[in-house]
């Protein structure tokens, strides 16, 4: 017996040791594929060395002699951290998911070959200007260069078992398509609308759900800002009323002039709010080349720099939410064709092969009208009557990138204008600052010329009466030079001052976070670069300030609901993810938000001016039909707080930060056992609405969306910006730079955004 359990041992022994040395030789393979950061490596594409250095927290600063080899190298170094999302990102536009995951993203992959943003992106390739092709081709050429170099492939293609294509033109532009679909979300406001008012629900009671951008609150540009002649203001048109306003927010940016500031040079922050996850989607990258030195941050999968500064001056952007996208109700006649100006017009219909993995293929025929796809095919729950999109971006002809690179490049206001004439969509709000001491503000893209009637809110008949019209002329886009206020701020709210000669779009985001910006930057006489830090991290809530006088007014309907009210009216406001008052505010609002649901059919309505009406002037929805007591709009809050502190007790937790975590998830690995090592999460306070801002599910409380990169520039000494993003630069889960970065975002500190830096040297060198 002895002797058998002594060999029992010996085989569990030698057991445990194979699968110490699988585990170790599995580790040692997946690191194999860190990149390599030193020394030299040939590559057939260059004209001349180019100089890559990482400091210490791998930011990358690449030197090389052409432009043409700079973005060759641009893209070489982020194949080289980033390969696996800029595959990730590719299979998403060109709709080829379920090639290497399954028929479990079969749904997306329709959905994405319906609108044909991989065609889009074809044809704007034919037609780039020769120095924006030039760019794009040196860039996949530098993708293609890192494929070829036998390095080997980040651990996710091991695992999914296939290697990457090569890089082609198409393929670089295709995630700038991305992004602005990401940042065009009136299509979906349209068939929200639609939507309700099939429920019944009348144009006026929408006002009343849905209201519109209040008159009192700011704009960021003002009537004295304008060059062009405000019109007097006509009531609003019936199609109009019937179309309320709701809003896409995605960031915060301002610019601060010298007469405000302690240095006498102007300041320039901005935080783009959007998705968190594992990797980011920005690298911290500085590109010099003659003509061009420049930091910031870069796209995974672009060339250039999106959101930085050069040696004379600094840009930042937000997302205007300019409406772009218009839904045509199609009238169907014999099933095959729809009526068009006067007569019957056949679809048009394109088949997209969509190749599964495992060996099966689905065939999907795509209906087109003369807008463009018929995308409510792709809806899971399409509306009985068939809508084409009409979209900016999929037009043949984009110029985005020419754009960016303009601006990367630009020394002046007026270089800086003129590089963005070509710029298409989405619209952002550009906030501008020089060496000089100047700051600006423009709003480009194509926004379309629609006829009168047509606000855009809400599908119209695609009977060729409420054709697009052309785009507005780059003279007549919103811009300001030098305010007599001496800022500009934009968070995602209304644009243009009454009057302004057409509507970029109505749905604009809540005034919150640009109030409270304002507030903070005349609080001070002379601003420094720590009140412009404090400003980005702010977290005090103006939606409790709005809020509270409702909790002055209710009566608690138990003893721990009466101690609660008065913690939250001692309280400040500020979401801390250390308070407990912040926890129960958020709370409490989350279940006011559920007031209107069984007339709009959704289980969370956030509209702050909606229900703050409600709960002052009375609604029908207050009254609780499962209870025989006809219940008042202050006893629906009264009995929100009782269910929100009901949801406190069942968490168990005493913080916000405790239940509201930022998360970044990996894409793929977060559904797998691997998630231990790619995933991440952190504490965050914050809320929909507050400056440094922390959107939560309401059913989850988690955080997916937030400032996904931050960067405050200093005019008078260039070298003392700053800037970081969360998780880190590499996308490799094993490299030391992959989520280093993570606590220094969730903690408010920054990297020094120098263009000049030291560090490990790569020199890649022109081959053979």
């Not at 699968?19 to 001349?48: D, F, M, V």
């Not at 006026?204 to 209201?211: S, V």
């Not at 301002?254 to 007469?259: E, Q, R």
């Not at 009210?565 to 500020?574: K, N, P, Q, S």
Request: hydrophobic share 40%; charged share 25%; aromatic share 10%.
């Amino acid at each position: 017996m002895k002797r058998f359990l002594r060999g029992l041992a010996w085989l569990l022994g030698l057991g445990l040791l194979l699968l110490l040395l699988l585990a170790l030789s599995g580790y040692l393979y997946l690191r194999s594929s860190l990149p390599q950061g030193e020394g030299r490596i040939a590559l057939k594409g260059l004209s001349a060395p180019v100089e890559v250095v990482r400091d210490g927290k791998g930011v990358v600063r690449i030197r090389a002699a052409t432009l043409k080899d700079l973005f060759f190298a641009q893209g070489f170094v982020h194949a080289q951290e980033r390969l696996w999302q800029m595959e990730f990102q590719r299979r998403v536009g060109q709709g080829r998911l379920s090639e290497v995951l399954g028929e479990a993203t079969l749904p997306q992959d329709r959905f994405l070959r319906t609108w044909g943003f991989y065609r889009a992106a074809q044809a704007a390739y034919q037609r780039l200007y020769p120095e924006e092709k030039e760019a794009v081709d040196a860039y996949a050429a530098g993708v293609n260069a890192f494929l070829a170099s036998g390095a080997p492939l980040p651990p996710e293609f091991t695992l999914l078992g296939f290697r990457p294509e090569p890089w082609t033109g198409p393929d670089v532009l295709l995630w700038a398509k991305m992004m602005s679909f990401d940042l065009s979300g009136n299509w979906e406001e349209e068939l929200l609308r639609h939507r309700l008012l099939a429920r019944g629900i009348t144009p006026e009671r929408l006002l009343e759900l849905l209201p519109p951008y209040p008159e009192d609150t700011p704009t960021v540009l003002r009537a004295e800002d304008l060059r062009l002649p405000l019109k007097r203001e006509e009531a609003p048109s019936a199609l109009l009323r019937m179309a309320p306003p709701r809003y896409l927010e995605a960031s915060n940016n301002w610019v601060v002039a010298g007469s405000r500031t302690a240095t006498g040079k102007p300041f320039l922050a901005n935080d783009p709010h959007l998705a968190l996850q594992a990797p980011s989607l920005w690298f911290l990258v500085a590109l010099e080349a003659p003509g061009l030195r420049a930091i910031g941050a870069s796209f995974p999968g672009l060339p250039g720099i999106v959101i930085g500064r050069n040696e004379r001056i600094a840009w930042g952007v937000t997302n205007v939410g300019a409406d772009v996208e218009d839904l045509y109700l199609l009238e169907e006649v014999g099933g095959g064709g729809y009526r068009y100006k006067g007569r019957v017009v056949p679809y048009g219909v394109r088949e997209e092969r969509i190749r599964v993995k495992g060996g099966k293929e689905e065939v999907l025929k795509v209906r087109e009208a003369v807008f463009g796809p018929v995308i409510t095919d792709a809806l899971k729950d399409p509306p009985k009557t068939p809508m084409a999109l009409r979209w900016v971006s999929l037009d043949p002809e984009d110029h985005i990138l020419m754009a960016f690179l303009g601006v990367n490049r630009a020394r002046n206001w007026d270089e800086f204008q003129k590089a963005l004439e070509p710029y298409s969509a989405p619209s952002q709000n550009f906030v501008y600052a020089d060496l000089e001491g100047n700051i600006g503000y423009i709003a480009p893209g194509k926004f379309p010329v629609r006829r009168e009637g047509h606000t855009g809110m809400v599908p119209v008949p695609g009977n060729g009466e409420w054709d697009w019209l052309g785009y507005r002329r780059p003279e007549e886009w919103p811009r300001a030079f030098n305010p007599p206020r001496g800022y500009i701020v934009t968070a995602n709210h209304k644009v243009t001052p009454k009057g302004f000669p057409y509507a970029l779009t109505y749905d604009w985001a809540e005034p919150y976070r640009a109030e409270r910006i304002e507030e903070l930057l005349l609080a001070k006489e002379k601003l420094s670069l720590e009140d412009m830090k404090a400003i980005q991290q702010d977290q005090k809530s103006l939606l409790y300030r709005d809020f509270r006088p409702v909790l002055e007014l209710l009566s608690p309907l138990s003893e721990r609901a009466r101690a609660w009210r008065e913690r939250l009216l001692a309280w400040d406001g500020t979401m801390a993810a250390s308070s407990e008052e912040a926890l129960v505010f958020a709370l409490w609002y989350t279940e006011l938000t559920r007031l209107p649901q069984r007339e709009v059919g959704e289980p969370f309505w956030d509209e702050p001016r909606y229900l703050l009406k409600a709960l002052k002037e009375g609604d029908p929805n207050c009254d609780q039909p499962e209870t025989q007591y006809k219940e008042s709009c202050l006893d629906f809050a009264a009995l929100a707080l009782e269910w929100a502190l009901d949801r406190k007790e069942a968490l168990g937790a005493r913080a916000w930060g405790e239940v509201h975590r930022a998360r970044f998830p990996h894409a793929v690995l977060t559904h797998t056992p691997l998630k231990r090592l790619s995933d991440r999460e952190v504490a965050f306070g914050g809320d929909r609405y507050t400056v440094n801002v922390g959107p939560f599910d309401p059913k989850a409380l988690a955080m997916g969306h937030g400032p996904s990169y931050r960067q405050i520039v200093d005019l008078s000494d260039m070298e003392r910006s700053l800037f970081v993003h969360p998780m880190g630069q590499s996308g490799h889960f094993l490299s030391a730079h992959y989520a280093d970065l993570l606590p220094l975002w969730a903690s408010g500190a920054y990297l020094p955004m120098r263009l000049g830096g030291e560090g490990r040297t790569l020199l890649l060198e022109p081959g053979r």
